[in-house]
Protein backbone atom coordinates (compact mmCIF):
# COMPACT_ATOMS: atom_id res chain seq x y z
CA UNK A 1 0.00 0.00 0.00
CA UNK A 2 1.46 3.50 -1.05
CA UNK A 3 0.99 5.49 1.87
CA UNK A 4 2.71 9.07 3.89
CA UNK A 5 2.39 9.85 6.82
CA UNK A 6 3.27 13.30 8.12
CA UNK A 7 4.34 14.54 11.39
CA UNK A 8 5.62 17.24 13.44
CA UNK A 9 2.77 19.68 13.42
CA UNK A 10 2.32 21.55 17.09
CA UNK A 11 1.25 24.48 18.80
CA UNK A 12 4.25 27.08 18.60
CA UNK A 13 4.49 30.78 19.24
CA UNK A 14 4.84 33.46 16.44
CA UNK A 15 8.37 33.84 14.72
CA UNK A 16 9.41 30.69 16.07
CA UNK A 17 10.34 27.57 13.88
CA UNK A 18 8.83 23.96 13.37
CA UNK A 19 10.12 21.03 11.27
CA UNK A 20 7.63 18.70 9.74
CA UNK A 21 8.32 15.33 8.50
CA UNK A 22 6.90 13.01 5.81
CA UNK A 23 7.48 9.52 5.57
CA UNK A 24 6.71 7.36 2.39
CA UNK A 25 6.70 3.88 2.12
CA UNK A 26 5.24 1.28 -0.31
CA UNK A 27 6.23 3.07 -3.38
CA UNK A 28 10.00 3.95 -4.99
CA UNK A 29 10.35 7.42 -2.70
CA UNK A 30 13.43 8.18 -4.91
CA UNK A 31 11.20 8.09 -8.18
CA UNK A 32 8.85 10.68 -7.60
CA UNK A 33 8.30 14.14 -6.80
CA UNK A 34 6.39 15.13 -3.21
CA UNK A 35 4.85 18.24 -2.15
CA UNK A 36 3.64 20.12 0.53
CA UNK A 37 0.02 21.75 0.32
CA UNK A 38 -1.74 22.76 3.25
CA UNK A 39 -5.38 23.52 4.29
CA UNK A 40 -7.35 26.08 6.27
CA UNK A 41 -10.96 26.42 6.88
CA UNK A 42 -11.04 29.82 5.24
CA UNK A 43 -9.03 29.61 2.57
CA UNK A 44 -9.20 25.79 1.11
CA UNK A 45 -6.01 24.24 -0.36
CA UNK A 46 -2.79 25.74 -0.76
CA UNK A 47 0.00 24.39 -2.71
CA UNK A 48 3.36 25.25 0.00
CA UNK A 49 6.02 23.73 -1.49
CA UNK A 50 7.31 21.05 -4.03
CA UNK A 51 10.64 19.03 -4.54
CA UNK A 52 12.06 16.64 -7.45
CA UNK A 53 12.71 13.12 -7.28
CA UNK A 54 16.15 14.18 -6.58
CA UNK A 55 16.34 17.36 -5.12
CA UNK A 56 17.47 19.22 -8.25
CA UNK A 57 14.49 21.45 -8.47
CA UNK A 58 12.37 22.62 -6.01
CA UNK A 59 10.03 25.57 -5.77
CA UNK A 60 7.88 27.38 -3.01
CA UNK A 61 5.03 29.81 -2.66
CA UNK A 62 5.43 33.03 -2.55
CA UNK A 63 3.49 33.61 0.71
CA UNK A 64 6.58 30.90 2.25
CA UNK A 65 9.61 31.84 0.29
CA UNK A 66 12.46 32.47 2.33
CA UNK A 67 10.54 31.24 5.72
CA UNK A 68 10.70 27.75 4.84
CA UNK A 69 12.74 25.12 2.97
CA UNK A 70 11.93 21.80 1.74
CA UNK A 71 14.08 18.39 2.16
CA UNK A 72 14.20 15.72 1.10
CA UNK A 73 16.11 11.94 2.65
CA UNK A 74 15.97 9.07 -0.05
CA UNK A 75 17.68 7.13 2.12
CA UNK A 76 14.93 7.12 5.13
CA UNK A 77 12.28 7.83 2.30
CA UNK A 78 11.88 10.92 3.91
CA UNK A 79 10.82 14.67 3.22
CA UNK A 80 10.59 17.54 5.42
CA UNK A 81 9.66 21.12 5.94
CA UNK A 82 11.59 23.44 7.62
CA UNK A 83 9.31 26.67 9.27
CA UNK A 84 10.95 29.66 10.39
CA UNK A 85 9.33 33.20 11.38
CA UNK A 86 6.34 31.50 11.45
CA UNK A 87 3.01 33.76 11.64
CA UNK A 88 -0.41 33.12 12.18
CA UNK A 89 -1.39 32.85 8.25
CA UNK A 90 0.80 30.03 8.70
CA UNK A 91 -1.67 27.71 11.17
CA UNK A 92 -3.09 25.02 8.98
CA UNK A 93 -3.30 21.35 8.64
CA UNK A 94 -0.21 20.71 6.33
CA UNK A 95 -0.38 17.75 4.12
CA UNK A 96 2.09 16.05 2.27
CA UNK A 97 1.48 14.53 -1.28
CA UNK A 98 3.29 12.39 -3.66
CA UNK A 99 3.06 13.68 -7.67
CA UNK A 100 2.83 10.83 -10.02
CA UNK A 101 5.69 12.79 -12.09
CA UNK A 102 9.65 12.87 -10.88
CA UNK A 103 9.96 16.69 -11.19
CA UNK A 104 8.27 19.65 -10.56
CA UNK A 105 8.47 21.51 -13.91
CA UNK A 106 5.06 22.56 -16.08
CA UNK A 107 3.16 19.81 -17.29
CA UNK A 108 0.77 17.19 -15.68
CA UNK A 109 1.17 16.60 -11.87
CA UNK A 110 -1.88 14.43 -10.45
CA UNK A 111 -1.39 14.72 -6.66
CA UNK A 112 -2.50 10.87 -6.34
CA UNK A 113 -1.57 10.00 -2.93
CA UNK A 114 -1.78 12.51 0.10
CA UNK A 115 -0.93 12.09 4.16
CA UNK A 116 -3.83 12.34 6.39
CA UNK A 117 -2.10 15.72 7.50
CA UNK A 118 -0.48 17.37 10.76
CA UNK A 119 -1.92 20.26 12.31
CA UNK A 120 0.46 23.46 12.79
CA UNK A 121 -0.76 26.18 15.19
CA UNK A 122 0.89 29.53 15.66
CA UNK A 123 -0.50 31.46 18.29
CA UNK A 124 0.76 33.25 21.69
CA UNK B 1 0.46 33.93 -10.12
CA UNK B 2 -2.46 32.52 -12.01
CA UNK B 3 -5.53 32.77 -10.26
CA UNK B 4 -8.35 30.23 -10.41
CA UNK B 5 -11.90 30.87 -9.87
CA UNK B 6 -14.77 28.06 -9.25
CA UNK B 7 -18.21 28.86 -9.84
CA UNK B 8 -20.25 27.91 -7.73
CA UNK B 9 -18.86 28.15 -4.28
CA UNK B 10 -21.44 26.15 -2.86
CA UNK B 11 -24.30 23.69 -4.23
CA UNK B 12 -27.42 22.16 -2.79
CA UNK B 13 -28.38 18.88 -4.95
CA UNK B 14 -30.26 15.45 -4.44
CA UNK B 15 -28.76 11.93 -5.19
CA UNK B 16 -29.08 11.11 -8.69
CA UNK B 17 -28.38 14.75 -9.83
CA UNK B 18 -26.29 15.92 -12.71
CA UNK B 19 -23.67 18.48 -11.04
CA UNK B 20 -21.39 20.79 -12.60
CA UNK B 21 -18.59 22.67 -11.61
CA UNK B 22 -17.08 24.84 -13.43
CA UNK B 23 -13.34 26.37 -13.20
CA UNK B 24 -11.85 29.39 -14.81
CA UNK B 25 -8.18 30.04 -15.27
CA UNK B 26 -7.15 34.22 -15.46
CA UNK B 27 -4.47 32.73 -18.00
CA UNK B 28 -4.03 29.72 -20.02
CA UNK B 29 -3.34 26.47 -18.39
CA UNK B 30 -3.02 24.02 -21.37
CA UNK B 31 -4.46 21.11 -20.05
CA UNK B 32 -2.73 20.99 -17.25
CA UNK B 33 -5.41 20.85 -14.48
CA UNK B 34 -6.37 18.41 -11.92
CA UNK B 35 -9.51 18.27 -9.70
CA UNK B 36 -9.77 17.07 -6.14
CA UNK B 37 -12.54 15.50 -3.55
CA UNK B 38 -12.32 16.55 0.29
CA UNK B 39 -14.83 14.73 2.49
CA UNK B 40 -14.84 16.28 5.93
CA UNK B 41 -11.92 15.25 7.87
CA UNK B 42 -10.57 13.66 5.08
CA UNK B 43 -7.37 14.06 2.80
CA UNK B 44 -7.87 15.25 -0.71
CA UNK B 45 -8.12 12.54 -3.27
CA UNK B 46 -7.73 13.09 -7.16
CA UNK B 47 -10.69 12.74 -9.39
CA UNK B 48 -9.01 13.91 -12.47
CA UNK B 49 -5.95 14.86 -14.00
CA UNK B 50 -4.64 16.42 -17.25
CA UNK B 51 -8.01 18.07 -17.49
CA UNK B 52 -10.05 14.89 -18.43
CA UNK B 53 -8.28 12.11 -17.67
CA UNK B 54 -9.94 10.05 -15.05
CA UNK B 55 -7.60 8.39 -12.00
CA UNK B 56 -7.75 4.41 -12.15
CA UNK B 57 -10.48 3.71 -9.78
CA UNK B 58 -12.05 6.44 -10.06
CA UNK B 59 -15.88 5.91 -10.98
CA UNK B 60 -16.88 6.65 -14.53
CA UNK B 61 -19.63 9.06 -13.40
CA UNK B 62 -17.25 11.88 -12.77
CA UNK B 63 -15.59 13.47 -16.06
CA UNK B 64 -14.08 16.26 -16.81
CA UNK B 65 -13.73 18.45 -20.10
CA UNK B 66 -11.78 21.89 -21.11
CA UNK B 67 -8.46 23.43 -22.33
CA UNK B 68 -6.84 26.99 -22.25
CA UNK B 69 -8.78 29.08 -19.68
CA UNK B 70 -11.69 26.96 -18.90
CA UNK B 71 -12.84 23.79 -16.88
CA UNK B 72 -15.44 21.98 -15.94
CA UNK B 73 -16.09 19.03 -13.86
CA UNK B 74 -19.28 17.01 -14.06
CA UNK B 75 -20.97 14.14 -11.72
CA UNK B 76 -23.47 12.43 -14.08
CA UNK B 77 -25.53 10.95 -11.19
CA UNK B 78 -24.69 12.20 -8.01
CA UNK B 79 -24.27 9.79 -4.87
CA UNK B 80 -24.19 10.27 -1.28
CA UNK B 81 -20.68 9.67 -1.08
CA UNK B 82 -20.06 12.40 -3.33
CA UNK B 83 -20.95 15.11 -0.89
CA UNK B 84 -18.07 16.89 -0.40
CA UNK B 85 -15.96 19.76 -1.50
CA UNK B 86 -14.58 19.69 -4.69
CA UNK B 87 -11.19 22.08 -5.86
CA UNK B 88 -9.54 22.19 -9.10
CA UNK B 89 -5.30 22.92 -9.55
CA UNK B 90 -3.29 24.34 -12.38
CA UNK B 91 0.30 22.95 -12.48
CA UNK B 92 0.96 25.04 -16.25
CA UNK B 93 2.82 27.44 -14.02
CA UNK B 94 4.78 27.38 -10.25
CA UNK B 95 3.30 28.25 -7.76
CA UNK B 96 0.62 26.20 -8.34
CA UNK B 97 -2.31 27.23 -7.47
CA UNK B 98 -5.65 25.76 -6.15
CA UNK B 99 -9.92 27.34 -7.04
CA UNK B 100 -11.43 28.67 -3.65
CA UNK B 101 -13.57 25.28 -3.59
CA UNK B 102 -17.07 24.54 -4.69
CA UNK B 103 -19.02 22.96 -1.48
CA UNK B 104 -21.93 20.84 -2.48
CA UNK B 105 -24.52 19.65 -0.10
CA UNK B 106 -27.17 17.57 0.13
CA UNK B 107 -30.74 19.67 -0.68
Same mark, same amino acid.
Given at each position: ???? @????? &?? @???????????????? =?????????????????????????? =?????????? @???????????????????????????????????????????????? &????????????? | ????????????????????????????????? =??????????????????????????????????????????????????????????????????????????
Amino acid at each position: EVKL @VESGG &DL @VQPGRSLRLSCDGSGF =NFDDYAIHWVRHTPGKGLEWVSGISY =NGDNIAYADS @VKGRFTISRDNGKKSLYLQMNSLGAGDTALYYCAKDENHDILTGVHPL &DTWGQGTLVIVSS | DIQMTQSPSSLSASVGDRVTITCRASESVRSYL =NWYQQSPGKAPKLLIYAASALKSGVPSRFSGNGFGTEFTLTISSLQPEDFATFYCQQTASIPWTFGQGTKVELK
